[in-house]
């Protein structure tokens, strides 16, 4: 079998090529970003994924259940200014919690106060904060809150290099490239005083729910699936199928340690540690943020107790510090990263302290296979001492929101059939405990008089967290589920977008399209002038002349038509202005440019579609955020978001039909040598700038390309009219902006 693999950097062709491989490996993101980069596309031969035909997913937890509610977004610069980011994060530390707003940590939701709405309305010089000029202001005050009391540095991002870069929640890995949308990460940037880069605009997204989908066959593999055997039957009808293991699991989980205080809590974990450093047993400490290590770890070093701290810092070190946590007297802490998927071998990886033999000399060889020797036998005593003490103690620094993570960590132990042991420490002022179950804990506690230091270690109480666990995994599935439901709406309209867009593609000749379009629009101006089923003295033949010559065009003299046969009816009418139209339109093609002119009239099309598509996308994202509130008008939001999804979906549709008549029919062609050249190279500068970042292929191919036809437009443009070079961008954003 050949195969062929996905990473970050290649090239469109390295891509091609490994996808035609019988068997490709890669990261999800890769896939999922070039499904969506091959649909901007505007040839073929240059997209590099084939047919969706079957997928395996290592860690598939991970990747469809953790990671499903982020979509995979590919975005360009918008006109936005930053100016407002800068204003607003000035006043946002006069605002005081519970006083100006209040925080809900179970939703991450912050609400401003009435007080507090007056206070920042002062600040900013604003009159009405809710007036629907000043919508755009309400929007960077909410995100600046979200920013500064919802989003902590060293957990939910670090800033590195003048940059906020995104902390994976699920995996402690740093996202580099990624960045929170909707001007959050704006919000952030600004609180981090780094220089803020400019928002974005959407051309493409997609989850990875409906990505994933899209496969004929879909399969996975994961240790961790059966807590959540009811999502992947539930949203992509798979059936989990648990395998035993390999060899008897003889790991103890121990009962989970509650304190009241964090402090107290750390001061536990360090007598385990101690405890375990002395004896010779290797210790892994896993937690929950890059900002948990770094704690753990200077507690460490007052003690100190040498170790190595795995998280998103060190993350171009992980393979080295797994593949060394089992020796003796090593202590590791680690965020959820901590070497997934691989088998941290006890007593140390003798393979790694080896070298391979290699030598001419066969003295040299025998004196190296002898080093081998005496490695292994020390590795095999370090190994013994370590099963003799009960291999590998995990130690969990607080509880995760899913039990699947917790499990995730307590696998890093007892592979194989070795020897191991857990325990979690928690402390009430965890957010898990502080938002979910401390209150019942506390009252137990409170009730049994317990001393400071002192834990509760019950069944019942570890049941308590248990449940507060299954609340936050039922409360993520219904934000999952909810979001899929609305995905689906905009995955329906996407598909049949892509699928328009691979139609023009595969077709050489697009006119008799484009001669629907043009009769569509023909007919939708007609029946404003002349109603079906009125008669003759109803028509406003004066209208429709002027109406035909300002939208398309089209000089008719429809009054004398109506003159000298009068027995013409609106049907009739209609049909012979279709045909004029026609003839006007390829009237207009000079002989022997017809193949270039095909050329043009497909990449136009495909422009236009693009474009209103990006902003159908926008469209959508706003009535997305403000859909829940008809909810107070008794209304079903998912019905009205699906309907209003639809009567946008059609808009668009008839925008597109319109847009894409009205530059066609409008634009003059002539030979390449009656134009000066100047105006060339404005036009080909233009495409290539249109271009640039939108599809590096279409650079390797330009020599392959013929020559467009040279567009120039024959009456006024108004401002908001497609631009005449034919970038397929408005007026005013292009060359409307040098006039």
């Known amino acids: 079998l050949s195969v062929g693999v996905i990473l970050h950097g290649l090239n469109d062709r390295e891509r091609k090529d490994a996808y035609n491989c019988d068997v490709t490996y890669g990261q999800n993101n890769e896939f999922g970003f070039d499904y969506l980069r091959d649909n901007m596309k505007f040839r073929l031969q240059d997209y590099v994924q084939r047919e969706l035909n079957f997928a395996i997913v290592d860690e598939v937890d991970s990747i469809l259940i953790d990671e499903a509610r982020t979509p995979l977004i590919i975005s360009g610069p918008s006109d936005e ?21 209040t925080v809900d940590e179970k939703s991450r939701t912050i609400v401003m106060t009435d007080g507090g709405v007056e206070k920042m309305e002062r600040k900013l010089g604003v009159q009405n904060l809710y007036a629907p000029e000043e919508i755009e202001t309400l929007h960077h005050v909410e995100q600046a809150l979200r920013a500064h009391h919802l989003y902590r540095n060293e957990v939910d991002y670090v800033v590195k290099e003048g940059e906020v870069i995104i902390v994976d929640e699920f995996t402690g890995r740093l996202m580099a490239g990624r960045r929170w949308s909707d001007g959050l990460h704006q919000a952030v940037e600004a609180k981090e005083k780094v220089s803020i880069q400019s928002e974005n605009q959407t051309y493409a997204s997609i989850t990875f729910q409906n990505y994933f989908r899209m496969y004929d066959k879909l399969a996975g593999m994961t240790g961790t699936a059966d807590t959540e055997a009811y ?62 290590s770094e704690v753990l770890s200077n507690l460490l070093k007052k003690e100190g107790l040498p170790h190595q701290v795995l998280n998103a810092k060190q993350h171009a070190k992980e393979a080295e510090i797994v593949a060394e946590a089992g020796r003796p007297k090593m202590i590791t802490i680690a965020t959820n990263m901590a070497g997934r998927g691989t088998d941290i071998v006890l007593g140390g990886n003798v393979e790694k302290q080896s070298e391979p033999i290699e030598a001419d000399d066969k003295l040299a060889v025998e004196e190296k296979r002898a080093r081998v020797e005496k490695l292994r036998s020390e590795w095999q005593q370090l190994h013994d001492h370590v099963i003799k003490e009960g291999g590998l103690h995990i130690i969990g620094t607080e509880r995760h929101e899913s039990r699947r993570v917790d499990n995730q960590l307590r696998g890093r132990s007892g592979r194989q059939g070795d020897p191991g042991s857990s325990r979690f420490y928690l402390s009430l ?56 439901e609305y995905d689906d709406v905009a995955n329906d309209q996407r598909k049949t977008i892509y699928a328009l867009r691979n139609e023009l593609l595969e077709s050489q000749d697009v006119s008799p399209r484009i001669a629907d379009l043009r009769s569509g629009v023909i007919s939708d101006l007609f029946r404003t002038f002349v ?15 002027g109406a035909l010559k300002a939208e398309l065009n089209l000089a008719l003299s429809l009054g004398k038509w109506l003159e000298h046969e009068p027995e013409l009816g609106d049907s009739a009418l209609l049909e012979r202005i279709i045909a004029k139209a026609g003839e006007a339109y390829q009237a207009k093609i000079p002989p022997g440019a017809e193949d270039q002119f095909r050329q043009y009239e497909r990449y136009m099309m495909l422009q236009i579609l693009d474009s209103h598509w990006r902003e159908h996308l926008a469209a959508l994202d706003h009535l997305r955020q403000g859909i829940h509130l008809r909810g107070y008008a008794q209304k079903n939001p998912k019905q009205e978001y699906k309907r209003e999804a639809f009567e946008l979906f059609g808009a668009m549709l008839e925008a597109v039909k319109l847009e894409v008549t009205r530059t066609l029919v409008a634009v003059e062609i002539r030979a390449s040598e009656e134009v000066p050249k100047a105006d060339v190279d404005a036009h080909v500068e233009n495409v290539r700038l249109q271009h640039s970042d939108y599809d590096a292929a279409l650079a390797e191919g330009a020599e392959e390309r013929k020559p467009q036809p040279t567009v120039r437009h024959a009456q006024k443009v108004g401002r908001n009219d497609p631009c005449p070079c034919g970038s397929g961008r408005k007026y005013k954003h292009c060359h409307g902006k040098l006039s």
């Open 81 to 101: 200014s930053s100016d407002l980011y800068y204003k607003v994060n000035q006043v946002i530390p006069s605002m005081i919690r519970d006083q100006d707003f």
């Open 231 to 292: 999502e992947f039957q539930e949203i992509y009808r798979l059936e989990t199928v648990v395998i035993p293991t390999h060899k008897p699991m003889i790991r103890l989980d121990q009962q989970d340690k509650i304190y009241r205080t964090i402090p107290e809590k750390h001061k536990a974990i360090i007598d385990d540690v101690k405890d375990c450093y002395e004896r010779g047993q290797p210790v892994l400490l896993g937690t929950t943020s890059i900002e948990n």
């Open 429 to 484: 002022e965890d957010p898990l405990l502080r938002i979910f179950a401390g209150e019942r804990i506390n009252k137990i506690m409170l009730m049994l008089r317990m001393p400071e230091g002192e834990a509760i270690e019950h069944a019942m109480v570890t049941r308590s967290i248990e449940s507060a666990q299954r609340k936050v995994e039922a409360r993520n599935f219904d934000i999952r589920k909810q979001l899929l």
């Open 531 to 545: 109603p079906e089923e009125s008669v003759e003295e109803q028509w406003d033949v004066k209208g429709l002349e």
